[in-house]
């Protein structure tokens, strides 16, 4: 199988800017991260409408925790969500929790980027990138 070489993750068009104008800190809850490395790249794929690869940038570290919120005092306005968008996010997620995993907290992935690029265009992916994200392989 080919080489990892970075990952993807959907990201609504309405947040994507933010990425381009200072944010560097991403969170989502915790899906495909395991093979993650600082150093390999991080594909910003904008979904909803105008969807495509619009830009890059380089891993600069991942972390995983159990309190999102508690995030903005590490990392305050770099974190590409405010923090009323976090809460209803994490409200959403909720949701989809069913009794039996009540007990096991979710953990939730922080990407810290570096060297962010904007394409001049979008790129349209050659697969589906689903909800969780997917890796790139060369």
Avoid: C
């Avoid at 495909?32 to 904008?46: A, D, I, R, S």
């Avoid at 105008?50 to 990392?75: C, H, Q, S, W």
């Amino acid at each position: 199988m080919a080489e990892i070489v970075g990952v993807t993750y959907p990201i609504p068009k309405q947040f994507m800017d933010r990425f381009f104008k200072g944010k560097d800190v991403f969170i989502k809850p915790a899906t495909v991260w395991k093979q993650l490395k600082p150093g390999m790249k991080f594909v910003f794929y904008q979904s909803h409408e105008d969807t495509g690869f619009v830009g890059e940038a380089k891993i600069k570290r991942i972390l995983l925790v159990e309190n999102p919120m508690m995030l903005y005092e590490t990392y305050g306005d770099r974190i590409f969500l405010k923090k009323e968008e976090l809460k209803e996010y994490i409200k959403s997620q909720e949701r989809w929790k069913s009794r039996k995993d009540k007990s096991k907290k979710k953990l939730w992935m922080v990407i810290e980027l570096e060297d962010i690029k904007k394409y001049d265009k979008p790129i349209k992916p050659k697969r589906f990138v689903p909800v969780g994200g997917q890796y790139l392989r060369e």
